[in-house]
């Protein structure tokens, strides 16, 4: 058995890894990379192999960093089947229908006001190309092992991180590979607990927080309350940037689980996504995958996706109409980092208020709108207007869909290595260097194994 990288192999983005066994060869997700606009053009170069050559894609889990670039993959000729978890399939096409949008949109736009001699703009991929590629998705169900081709058989385990997430264990050539996907913390609301693997010939594991502990959950959840409380009382509105898929369906859970305490029945609480409302209906779904903790609340609190006071907003004029509530409005809007959507007008008419409370609960990346809020900016630009910034600005820190470096140790600490090790082989990926260089200096300590640190082209065999 022989892994080749091609991303997501020093950086966060773009997870892109294949497998050469029993004379196949099979893709472990095929995702974007994102950031920059240099870093994106990266997504339309040429495959460092042949679409058409490969017999299988499998697929962790439905983040568009791990799928976004599976469009592509078929239009460039790959007609294998594409493997996947049953709620991620059903996540898959919500996920890309929703990225062909903005691709096309952009080139669109692009095209519109381009000068003459510059060449035009081309959309990533459409939405005809997420058609044929979801043609070739194939749902498996969770902890089932599965011949997926004539050598080759693959399990999907629970990696706790996303509705769907899995582990990918591998067996082709009397070797066993496991790819960790993207884990989530123990505790991840909703979701179980990633699965423990019994054992390995080779591991890749993710490293994104490799270098970090998280802070207590518990905490950051009473913090949560407190705000709430601060914002009732100023008489404001919440404003609270979130992803469509994890977080806006996490928030919702604590409101339902915290209902009476934090006296949430005097809000009015808006899911103005019209891509989280559909997702909700993707978790409605497979609700058996939930851990008991949230089967718990299902069944004594009110429904998180049903609360009395929860409204999702679908049209445009209605996400508008939003703006003309004075108080005591939660509003749960995309992106989660505040540099597209429609959080944007939500912040164009409020945030210059004192009484209104913004609240970020995930990760800003350098360079976005929401960056530049945490960091304290008196000033922004939306939509071509510069607005001042009175509101009041939160970061709960706590809330994190990846496991830290406690986490990583204790997953790949589980592991037993195949031929009768105590440890297998490791490779880290999807993480930078900083982060998976501690994480292979905590593990080269603990467990003596030396870690490599995938780089595209790298080959290792097993
Ligand atoms: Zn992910």
Same mark, same amino acid.
Request: net charge negative; aromatic share 8%.
């Given at each position: 058995?022989? *892994?080749?990288?091609? /991303? ?34 990266? +997504? ?7 679409p058409a050559a490969l017999d299988a894609l499998v697929i962790s889990h439905a983040h568009i960093d791990h799928i976004g670039r599976v469009p592509l993959l078929v239009r460039r000729g790959f007609r294998a089947p594409i493997y996947a978890q049953q709620a991620t399939a059903d996540l898959m096409p919500i996920m890309l229908m929703d990225a062909a949008s903005i691709s096309e949109g952009d080139a669109e736009r692009h095209n519109r006001y381009r000068r003459a001699g ?33 050598? *080759? ?49 080779? *591991? ?32 404001? +509105? ?33 899911? $103005? ?14 609700? $058996? ?14 429904? @998180?996706?049903?609360? @009395? ?29 505040? +540099? ?11 945030? $210059?208020?004192r009484q209104t409370h913004v609240v970020f609960v995930g990760y800003q990346a350098e360079g976005t709108l929401g960056r530049r809020l945490v960091d304290g900016a008196k000033w922004v630009r939306i939509h071509g207007r510069d607005v001042r910034v009175n509101a009041q600005r939160h970061t709960v820190g706590g809330l994190s869909a990846h496991t830290d470096q406690r986490g990583l140790m204790a997953w790949y600490g589980a592991i037993a290595g195949g031929d009768g090790?105590?440890?297998? @082989? ?17 593990? /080269?300590?603990?467990? /003596? ?12 065999? *097993?």
């Amino acid at each position: 058995m022989r *892994v080749h990288f091609h /991303g997501a192999a020093g950086e966060v983005t773009g997870s892109l890894h294949e497998v050469e066994a029993a004379g196949r060869r099979v893709l472990l997700d095929c995702g974007m990379i994102q950031g920059s606009p240099e870093a994106e053009r990266r +997504n339309a170069e040429v495959f460092s192999f042949e679409p058409a050559a490969l017999d299988a894609l499998v697929i962790s889990h439905a983040h568009i960093d791990h799928i976004g670039r599976v469009p592509l993959l078929v239009r460039r000729g790959f007609r294998a089947p594409i493997y996947a978890q049953q709620a991620t399939a059903d996540l898959m096409p919500i996920m890309l229908m929703d990225a062909a949008s903005i691709s096309e949109g952009d080139a669109e736009r692009h095209n519109r006001y381009r000068r003459a001699g510059e060449p035009e703009a081309q959309p990533l991929f459409t939405r005809e190309d997420v058609t044929a590629a979801m043609e070739l998705v194939r749902p498996l169900p969770y902890d089932t092992r599965a011949t997926i081709l004539p050598g *080759v058989d693959i399990a999907f385990r629970e990696a706790g991180h996303i509705l769907g997430s899995s582990s990918v264990e591998l067996w082709a050539d009397e070797r066993k590979l496991v790819f960790s996907g993207d884990l989530g913390p123990k505790g991840t609301p909703i979701l179980r607990d990633p699965a423990d693997i019994d054992r390995a010939d080779l *591991v890749l594991m993710e490293s994104t927080y490799g270098d970090r502990l998280h802070r207590d959950r518990a905490e950051t959840i009473r913090e949560l309350g407190d705000i709430l409380d601060t914002a009732w009382r100023d008489g404001g +509105n919440v404003l609270i940037p979130a992803f469509a898929v994890g977080r806006s369906q996490e928030l919702l859970y604590w409101f339902a689980r915290h209902w009476d305490e934090w006296q949430l029945s005097r809000w009015h609480i808006f899911l $103005d996504s019209p891509m989280a409302a559909k997702v909700v209906s993707i978790y409605d779904r497979h609700a $058996d995958l939930f851990d008991e903790d949230a089967q718990r609340v299902w069944r004594e609190k009110p429904n @998180p996706f049903r609360l @009395p006071n929860l409204h999702f907003t679908q049209s445009r004029e209605e996400s508008m109409a939003i703006n003309r509530i004075e108080r005591g409005a939660i509003v749960i809007a995309g992106s989660g980092m505040a +540099n597209a959507g429609r959080i944007l007008h939500h912040f164009r008419h409020r945030l $210059d208020r004192r009484q209104t409370h913004v609240v970020f609960v995930g990760y800003q990346a350098e360079g976005t709108l929401g960056r530049r809020l945490v960091d304290g900016a008196k000033w922004v630009r939306i939509h071509g207007r510069d607005v001042r910034v009175n509101a009041q600005r939160h970061t709960v820190g706590g809330l994190s869909a990846h496991t830290d470096q406690r986490g990583l140790m204790a997953w790949y600490g589980a592991i037993a290595g195949g031929d009768g090790t105590r440890h297998p @082989p490791l490779a880290l990926v999807h993480g930078e260097d900083r982060a998976r260089e501690a994480l292979a200096g905590e593990i /080269g300590d603990t467990y /003596g194994v030396q870690a490599t640190l995938a780089r595209p082209g790298v080959v290792l065999d *097993v």
